[in-house]
């Protein structure tokens, strides 16, 4: 046992969640390993609101695009332009975002290595084992070991580390995305701008979901995502890059993975486990966003493993969730509606693009994005959208 490394803490993946967590933690004066899996990059549309670039020092060199506008496509192809007044959203590579924010952990104290977990044991004297897999050993090599006061399992969206808690975490549902990075065309080639967001509500391209074209610099990603089996993500991104005028770009990369769209009712064991991003299903409904979503919670699951660790109270872990939906488990719920309601045929796609031009949805779904919180400072304009959402429920507006 004493030959065995101890950390205060291990976190699972090397993602937002779980780079986030290990750099808070090595900076409260913990010691923390980051365990990561070599070369994984997320399919990731890139966008990050101006409260996650304040709320987590992002420096502006990791913003590779500023989009300064979504627009919203229809099925009947009818356009829906939405302004970002007096701000912008910004765009990231995930690639070099995501090794950012591991290097700024490291930096901070926390060790980083390449592996892939397996799974976690007891010691005689009941303190959890982490044994991972070195990529530098051979295959057939035993798994290595080292000990951990508190894990963090920040492992993505089929977490190994959430499906060894539960089995809530093996029946998450989720949406399956794909994406295909392009060299970027000139500004105005096709039907690509550089300085906007485009989102298609279109069931040929998604039956239950949506694709995209994100603008990235000198890149760009074209994505899709959708939960129905048998339907081919190649395919929609294939049709979306034809009708774009963007069949001829350079394919850079290609990325596919499941997103879940659900948090799990519980994010810890109890006892010395907590989960983080996607492992806790922390991706928002309807719009997919995930980025801000799991920096928060690597940094809640950092905050309250610093507190079990402080007091020795496991009932320490369960405050990260707490404080995480106290904050956003509203908003959580209304995506999941909007998504369950407008995304279920072209039919209401069509009424959900439509009611996107209306002033009041503009600003609110603005406020609410770039601030990550629900806007209350105008009721005038919450009660016009309850009633015009209402009209097009019952199919009293027209189309």
């Known amino acids: 046992m004493s030959r065995t490394e101890t950390f205060d803490v291990v976190v699972v993946g090397g993602g937002p969640a779980g780079a ?27 966008a990050i609101p101006p409260r996650l670039i304040r709320d ?38 995930r690639d070099a975002f995501d090794e950012w924010l591991r290097v700024r952990a490291a930096d901070a104290g926390a060790v980083r290595r390449k592996g892939r977990f397996e799974s976690i044991d007891r010691d005689d004297d009941d303190c959890a084992v982490v044994c991972y897999r070195d990529y530098s050993l051979a295959e057939d090599a035993p798994p290595l070991r080292v000990r951990a006061r508190a894990i963090i399992g920040a492992d993505g969206a ?30 105005g080639t096709g039907d690509f701008d550089a300085r906007r967001c485009d989102v298609f509500y279109q069931g040929h391209l998604s039956p239950d979901f949506y694709a995209w074209i994100f603008p990235h610099g000198k890149t760009a990603s074209i994505g899709v995502g959708s939960a129905q089996k048998g339907f081919s993500l190649r395919g929609a991104i294939k049709t979306l890059r034809a009708e774009a005028g963007l069949a001829g770009c350079e394919t850079v990369r290609t990325e596919g993975a499941p997103i879940p769209l ?11 486990v907590v989960l ?33 660790l402080r007091t ?38 069509e009424r959900f693009v439509k009611m996107c031009a209306d002033p ?3 600003y609110l779904t603005w406020q609410a994005y770039m601030n990550k919180e629900l806007v209350r400072a105008k009721p005038g304009a919450h009660a016009r959208i309850f009633m015009k959402d209402m009209g097009h429920l019952l199919g009293l507006s027209p189309s």
């Open 262 to 272: 659900k948090p799990l009712k519980r994010w810890d064991n109890g006892r010395d």
């Open 360 to 362: 009041d949805v503009q």
């Open 56 to 93: 987590f020092a992002i420096p502006d060199h990791l913003l590779v695009a500023r989009a300064q506008a979504a627009r919203m496509i229809a099925p009947s192809e009818r356009r829906v332009d939405m302004p970002v007044e007096g701000g912008f959203v910004g765009m990231v590579d």
């Open 158 to 187: 089929r977490s190994r580390v959430a499906r060894g808690m539960s089995k809530e975490a093996e029946r998450m549902p989720c949406v399956f995305a794909y994406h295909e990075i392009i060299r970027a065309p000139a500004h």
């Open 20 to 46: 986030t967590a290990a750099h808070d933690l090595a900076l409260a004066g913990r010691a923390v390993l980051l365990l990561d899996k070599a070369g994984r990059i997320k399919p990731c549309g890139g």
């Open 276 to 308: 983080a991003g996607d492992a806790a299903g922390v991706v928002a409904p309807a719009s997919g966003e995930g980025i801000y979503y799991a920096m928060l919670g690597g940094r809640e699951a950092a905050t309250s493993v610093d507190a079990l």
């Open 312 to 349: 020795g109270k496991a009932s320490e872990l369960a405050g990260a969730r707490k404080r995480f939906m106290r904050a956003h488990g509203q908003v959580f719920m209304v995506l999941g509606v909007m998504q369950h309601f407008w995304y279920r045929n072209d039919k209401r796609r």
